[in-house]
């Protein structure tokens, strides 16, 4: 099999060390679904010299991807692909949006679909009255036929009507789009925490396993609270991805 791996696709006047182009450029490659899940990474003796970089950084590079949980080192096989793990910017977008530009086949289960009082935390976040009526939303959400995360979302009852097969078609910033109500800034907190046992038995997972956090409430440019997110996603399949620069 050719190797999709070019061998100009090292910068050695970069600031960026070699051995995390190596890995981004093998990350990418896995993302994009050109090395598949089980294929074979080459051998590092193979891989360096094709790349013109030291076995050292190669095996690094490896390492790298491999404490990541996209890559897995297997005694008399090599070191194989095990899952293009989900990586998501950190901007206003849904995770619905971000798995559909990345081709990751996203699918939804309406879990719950109800109008509920609003308790304390959701009532703060929203900037409403406790008690006050909302649109309370339970969600699991796979990409490429694996579940992926539990999503939990609060929005105001009077914003729109939803179904469960508007939910299950569409993300949710789609349909408050479409009714007119954009999200234009947000604030967002990310956090860890391990599974409990129901959430590892609808994640796949078992339990006390690591699981990504996420709380976020949008704003439209008016400054109306348009939505309240908690969600948690399954840390051996996802991550967070943050674009930093000085000011």
Same mark, same amino acid.
Do not use: C
């Given at each position: 099999?050719?190797?999709?791996?070019? /061998?100009?696709?090292?910068?050695?006047? #970069? /600031?960026?060390?070699?051995?995390?182009?190596?890995?981004?450029?093998?990350?990418?490659?896995?993302?994009?679904?050109?090395?598949? $899940?089980?294929?074979?990474?080459?051998?590092? !003796?193979?891989?360096?010299?094709?790349?013109?970089? #030291?076995?050292?950084?190669?095996?690094?590079?490896?390492?790298?991807?491999?404490?990541?949980?996209?890559?897995?080192?297997?005694?008399?096989?090599?070191?194989? $692909?095990?899952?293009?793990?989900?990586?998501?910017?950190?901007?206003?977008?849904?995770?619905?949006?971000?798995?559909?530009?990345?081709?990751?086949? /996203?699918?939804?289960?309406?879990?719950?679909?109800?109008?509920?009082?609003?308790?304390?935390? $959701?009532?703060?976040?929203?900037?409403?009255?406790?008690?006050?009526? !909302?649109?309370?939303?339970?969600?699991?959400?796979?990409?490429?036929?694996?579940?992926?995360?539990?999503?939990?979302?609060?929005?105001?009852?009077?914003?729109?009507?939803? #179904?469960?097969?508007?939910?299950?078609?569409?993300?949710?910033?789609?349909?408050?789009?479409?009714?007119?109500?954009?999200?234009?800034?947000?604030?967002?907190?990310?956090?860890?925490?391990?599974?409990?046992? %129901?959430?590892?038995?609808?994640?796949?997972?078992?339990?006390?396993?690591?699981?990504? %956090?996420?709380?976020?409430?949008?704003?439209?440019?008016?400054?109306?609270?348009?939505?309240?997110? #908690?969600?948690?996603?399954?840390?051996?399949?996802?991550?967070?991805?943050?674009?930093?620069?000085?000011?």
């Amino acid at each position: 099999m050719t190797s999709p791996i070019r /061998p100009a696709e090292v910068d050695r006047s #970069s /600031p960026v060390p070699l051995y995390f182009q190596v890995a981004t450029r093998l990350q990418q490659l896995i993302e994009k679904g050109e090395i598949g $899940v089980g294929d074979r990474i080459e051998n590092e !003796v193979d891989l360096a010299e094709r790349l013109g970089v #030291s076995r050292p950084t190669t095996r690094r590079a490896i390492q790298y991807l491999v404490e990541r949980g996209m890559l897995i080192r297997k005694r008399g096989v090599g070191t194989q $692909v095990v899952h293009p793990k989900v990586r998501r910017p950190v901007e206003l977008s849904s995770l619905y949006d971000d798995l559909r530009t990345a081709d990751r086949a /996203p699918r939804t289960d309406v879990l719950k679909l109800e109008v509920v009082p609003a308790d304390g935390e $959701v009532a703060a976040a929203l900037e409403i009255d406790l008690g006050t009526e !909302v649109t309370w939303i339970e969600r699991l959400r796979y990409a490429g036929g694996e579940p992926l995360a539990i999503m939990h979302n609060a929005i105001p009852v009077d914003l729109l009507r939803l #179904s469960d097969r508007d939910l299950a078609e569409h993300g949710l910033y789609e349909l408050l789009r479409r009714a007119g109500f954009v999200p234009r800034i947000a604030t967002q907190v990310i956090g860890a925490r391990s599974a409990g046992a %129901t959430e590892a038995r609808i994640l796949a997972e078992k339990r006390g396993a690591s699981l990504l %956090t996420m709380t976020r409430t949008a704003w439209d440019a008016g400054g109306r609270a348009l939505e309240y997110g #908690s969600h948690v996603y399954r840390a051996s399949r996802y991550s967070f991805e943050l674009n930093l620069s000085a000011g």
